[in-house]
């Protein structure tokens, strides 16, 4: 999932973000999850009770979710209690290193409830994330069980 802004990587503050779009991350990650026979949905919005009503909808359907909130890392709320509930394990991304820029973004309100971050390594992050969430979920897996 991506949050706002995320749609206009690529034009968005190149020297931070780089000139990879959203569609050519989003391609990385599903040749990824192809690699691992995993099945992967993608959604992306600008809004906070869009990402919350996605969510509601895949809830109890899916093993993982990984995520950059955009913006939203930081006050979203609503986002953070609807990952809460999702029950099954999260992994935050973020292209840039949220821990060494402005002191605002260093607070991230939806951490509490992740397995953990990946932070400041670009659009490879996207990948390195996808593949600890999947061996996250494989060995909680019981055994026999694929
Ligand atoms: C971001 C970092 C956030 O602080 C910012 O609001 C974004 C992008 C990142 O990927 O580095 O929209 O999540």
């Known amino acids: 999932m991506q949050g706002p802004n995320l749609n206009i990587l690529g034009r968005r503050r190149p020297e931070v973000y780089g000139h990879t779009t959203m569609k050519q991350i989003n391609d990385m990650v599903r040749a990824r999850a192809e690699e691992l026979s995993c099945e992967l949905l993608i959604f992306q919005s600008n809004q906070e ?3 919350v009503d996605y969510i509601h909808r895949y809830m109890g359907e899916c093993d993982g979710v990984l995520i950059n909130p955009g913006a939203l890392t930081h006050y979203g709320l609503s986002l953070r209690e609807a ?3 999702v029950e099954a394990p999260v992994v935050e991304v973020h292209l840039s290193n949220i821990h060494a820029r402005e002191e605002w973004r260093r607070t991230s309100v ?4 992740t397995l953990g971050q990946v932070v400041g390594f670009g659009p490879r ?5 996808l593949d600890l969430l999947l061996s996250y979920i494989a060995e909680q897996r019981p055994a026999g069980n694929g």
């Open 125 to 129: 992050g996207y990948v390195a994330a």
């Open 49 to 51: 009770g869009v990402l």
């Open 83 to 85: 990952l809460e509930a």
């Open 110 to 113: 939806i951490s509490p409830v």
